[in-house]
């Protein structure tokens, strides 16, 4: 057809004119989606989608979560097979002795050495600024609410606990409702939380905020650390308000038989913590926290570190055992019906304790109150929450929500700067975390000197508390495309990890192999490790099949939608909170996909010699696979971190090495311990760096690697050992594989 039948052809005419327009819906529509892709996407490519696997890259989020989900179901069995009061009763009992477990253990009673700095008198009531010492040199900032109307008689107290306000119990929506239970004739005893108020712990002189970020980084950021040594953030912040009890319990104001807690959002959060741990409090009114945690994963997820427990959900234990735990004491759940702590949660959590409530004869003391809003305070449930201490606490009257006045910053300053850390330098949760890790440190430090018997304990509880599962088998390549490069080839493939989610991975094939192979880990993915002129390039061009995957959560496979509200520097902490609570590592469930690898590049590809080179934070991941993997015997590590005291002992460390801890590993064992337990296997470390990212100095390496050295030696292994520090990294590669 020419241009003039085109001109007298009016159904010809718009034909042309629909294919102009689709065009340039396609160069501008459809081609810039097709530039983004890479050339190294095994997944989506060009021509062709992976329906199957659409969300990959949630993977890591989805299997983490699907495996809660299995453990909540058993849980919500065994809950449904109850049907006696006796039974009821053994489940509380158990619940007690876990949580204990979770959040504990807790120190022993020190003085409080309780000091009052300054008092206020206001309209019907006066405060008394308080700090006290809940554990010895960790100080508490606090004021105690006195009403006149008590005229000297014991009243009954409430601990009001703040959400993740940067100014603690001093902001104006916190205040309005401590000042009307005030007016109501109840002592009130509000405190900071960490990180919060007068008791930030990254505090900047310079710029008077927290040198971290807002609360909820302030508690993951050390919470992340304590989790590593074995214990919680909760933990620390739940002894805070036991010994806000015990501070009550030296008022003659306060009668002591009639206290309660409350506080929303992290206050919400903590007031039922220290409500199930504390049996001196009588009544509790949780608000805007409360819902289940299979609605939670469900929705916004796990959230900073205090809300979670040490293998929390492994354990069974859900939101509604915090309340069960309690019964038949009165308990208030507050919620919203358009919070993001879901509903729906809520309500099947008040249906569940309601049972047991039922089987103590006392259904009346759970009730739930309820009312549209979204994630905040409003005047209907705030008139509940009074009307519930009102009943419960025997102090009756109105409970009308009152207009009232809030007090000032200055007016409620504890210390004489308005912060801890430049008024007395009080310890902190990573001091204290610290303090604890040295007497890890020391104890492993004591068991390595029975070195073999140390090493084959160590390896044992790696693979136990990182929570590994051995591969079953190997699994099949699934083959999608191919690349070809000057002098070798790029085949695509994927094959299933550890549970219902693939890895994608690449494999460069040289043009005249030599039988040897290198799995490449790399952090930011296989696009990067794959790239031209690269360490994996290097390996093909010396005739090494290099096998370069995307791990779970990184490259096609991640980071996801996911990234939780302490966020840090590019690293979900909440992430790796969620694999915590199901007693899991994300480190382990990468660890056993990298066995996989290595089974399959074996028996597919025909390996005969295969080494492993992992970057960065992925080194933990490959000295976990190789401890428990006898097909992985060739290590070379690039940049590792030297062991994870080095990074539990530094204030400001690099947080994306959280990723590679495993929670409470520092109890058994560390990084060292696992490159140890490799001799007389060839091992490379280039690099090695401390907490700080730094380069680790002389110091550091001696401490942290001298067991390595040790052992290689005790092994006639010295000569498969190499730590090299320099620029000439490939040079250390040459000598790495010509040993």
């Known amino acids: ?292 945690f299979t609605r939670l994963l469900e929705s916004i997820g796990p959230q900073d570190a205090e809300q979670n427990l040490f293998n929390g959900i492994k354990h069974g234990i859900d939101h509604a055992d915090l309340l069960a735990v309690r019964a038949p004491k009165p308990t208030l759940i507050i919620s919203t019906l358009n919070d993001f702590f879901s509903i729906q949660g809520a309500r099947e959590t008040y249906k569940e304790v309601q049972q047991l409530y039922r089987a103590k004869d006392k259904p009346g003391n759970i009730t739930m109150a309820e009312d549209i809003g979204a994630h905040t305070s409003t005047r209907k449930n705030r008139q509940a929450m009074y009307a519930f201490f009102q009943k419960h606490l025997g102090n009756p009257g109105d409970p009308s929500d009152l207009e009232v006045d809030i007090l000032s910053e200055a007016e409620l300053r504890v210390t004489s700067t ?79 990890g550890e549970g219902d989610y693939v890895i994608p991975f690449l494999l460069m094939m040289p043009g005249n192999p030599s039988g040897k192979s290198v799995i490449y880990l790399h952090p930011e993915g296989k696009a990067v490790a794959a790239g031209k002129g690269g360490k994996a390039e290097w390996f093909v061009n010396r005739g090494f099949t290099v096998l370069v995957p995307d791990l779970i959560g990184i490259g096609e496979t991640g980071p996801g939608s996911f990234r939780g509200d302490a966020y840090i520097k590019g690293v979900s902490y909440n992430v790796w909170f969620a694999a915590m609570i199901t007693g899991r590592s994300i480190t382990a469930i990468r660890a056993a996909d990298i066995a996989g690898l290595a089974r399959l590049i074996q028996e597919y590809f025909n ?33 590792p971190l030297t062991s994870y005291y080095s990074l539990v002992s530094t204030r400001f460390y690099i947080p994306r090495f959280i990723h590679g801890a495993v929670p409470g590993m520092l109890a058994e064992y560390d990084l060292p311990d696992l490159a140890a337990s490799l001799a007389p296997a060839k091992l490379l470390m280039i690099n090695p760096v401390d907490g700080s990212g730094n380069a680790a100095d002389s110091e550091i390496t001696e401490r942290d690697l001298s067991i390595v050295r040790r052992t290689y030696d005790a092994e006639n292994a010295s000569g498969s050992l190499m730590i090299r520090a320099g620029d000439d990294i490939f040079d250390y590669l040459m000598e790495w594989i010509d040993r």
């Not at 805070?240 to 992290?266: H, M, N, Q, W």
């Not at 295969?610 to 290590?635: D, K, M, N, Q, R």
């Open 418 to 496: 308005g912060q801890l850390a430049t008024c007395i330098g009080s310890e902190t949760i990573f001091s204290l975390n610290k303090k604890v890790s040295e007497g890890l440190q020391s104890l492993l430090e004591d068991s390595r000197n029975e070195c073999e018997e140390h090493l084959k304990n160590a390896v044992a509880s790696a693979r136990k508390l990182s929570g590994y599962r051995t591969p079953d088998g190997c699994k099949k390549p699934v083959y999608t495309g191919r690349v070809l490069r000057d002098g070798y080839k790029i085949e695509k493939y994927f094959i299933q």
């Open 1 to 292: 057809m020419n241009c003039n039948a085109i001109r007298s052809a009016p159904t010809d005419r718009k034909a042309f004119r629909l294919i102009v327009i689709v065009s340039a819906f396609w160069i501008f529509a459809v081609a810039p989606s097709l530039k983004s892709q890479d050339e190294h996407d095994v997944m989506q490519l060009r021509n062709m989608t992976w329906l199957r696997h659409s969300g990959i890259t949630n993977s890591l989020y989805r299997h983490i979560t699907d495996e809660a989900y299995e453990m909540l179901g058993i849980r919500t069995e065994e809950i449904a097979a109850i049907s006696s009061a006796d039974e009821w009763r053994q489940r509380q009992k158990q619940i007690k002795d876990i949580l204990h477990d979770v959040t504990g253990p807790f120190p022993e009673r020190t003085p409080l050495n309780a000091d009052i700095t300054s008092t206020v008198s206001k309209d019907g009531y006066r405060v008394e600024n308080i700090l006290f010492e809940s554990r010895p040199g960790f100080y508490v900032t606090s004021s105690l609410f006195i009403p006149d109307m008590i005229k000297g008689q014991a009243a009954p107290a409430i601990i009001y606990c703040s959400g993740h306000a940067a100014e603690g119990y001093r902001s104006p929506a916190y205040q309005h409702k401590i000042i009307n239970l005030v007016k109501k004739g109840f002592v009130v005893f509000a405190f900071d939380p960490v990180g919060q108020g007068e008791r930030m712990e990254y505090y900047d002189p310079e710029t008077g905020i927290s040198a971290v970020g807002g609360p909820t980084i302030e508690h993951s950021w050390p919470g992340a650390q304590a989790f590593i040594t074995g214990g919680s953030l909760a933990g620390y912040m739940i002894w805070d308000g036991i010994r806000a009890v015990d501070y009550l319990f030296t008022r003659p104001e306060v009668d002591t038989l009639r206290i309660g807690i409350t506080g929303r959002s992290g206050g919400g959060t903590q007031s039922a913590y220290i409500a199930a741990l504390d049996e001196r409090i009588y009544a509790s009114a949780p608000e805007a926290y409360i819902t289940s």
């Open 607 to 639: 390996a005969q010699l295969i080494y492993s080179l992992a970057e960065g934070e992925l080194s933990p991941a490959l000295l976990h696979a190789a401890a428990f993997e006898p097909s992985v015997t060739h290590i070379a590590l690039l940049n």
